[in-house]
């Protein structure tokens, strides 16, 4: 059974860095997409990068390009968001995901049956 742990959030201030990771098992991820969403209070989850296991593919939410990176560890079966020059605006749970794509865009949640429990980033201005 595929399992997500993520960690390393917390509470930064503005312009702040932060590294998240997200350690999956339970499988081989050969094929799947590995993927990073934010959900903040009151609003909608929304996507924010992910990276096919294989070849290292990296797609990024247009707002977030520049000053968030995806990377992956296919020694330690662990994903990474990298974050920089943090905001307010980026406050929110953020979930690691993964699944094969099966023809959706990997920015779409709906392209994910696996979830990881989340972790919060609090940026204080």
């Known amino acids: 059974q595929v399992q997500l742990v993520e960690s390393g959030g917390g509470l930064v201030q503005a312009g702040d860095s932060l590294r998240l990771s997200c350690a999956a098992s339970?499988?081989?991820?050969?094929?799947?997409?590995m993927a990073w969403f934010r959900q903040a209070p009151g609003k909608e989850r929304e996507f924010v990068a992910a990276i096919t296991w294989s070849a290292g593919s990296t797609y990024y939410a247009d707002s977030l390009k520049g000053r968030f990176t995806i990377s992956r560890d296919k020694a330690k079966n662990t994903v990474y968001l990298q974050m920089n020059s943090l905001k307010p605006e980026d406050t929110a749970v953020y979930y690691c995901?993964?699944?094969?794509?099966?023809?959706?865009?990997?920015?779409?949640?709906?392209?994910?049956?696996?979830w990881g429990q989340g972790t919060q980033v609090t940026v204080s201005s």
């Open positions: 339970g499988r081989t991820f050969s094929g799947y997409t």
């Open positions: 995901a993964t699944d094969q794509p099966y023809g959706r865009r990997p920015t779409e949640s709906l392209a994910y049956d696996y």
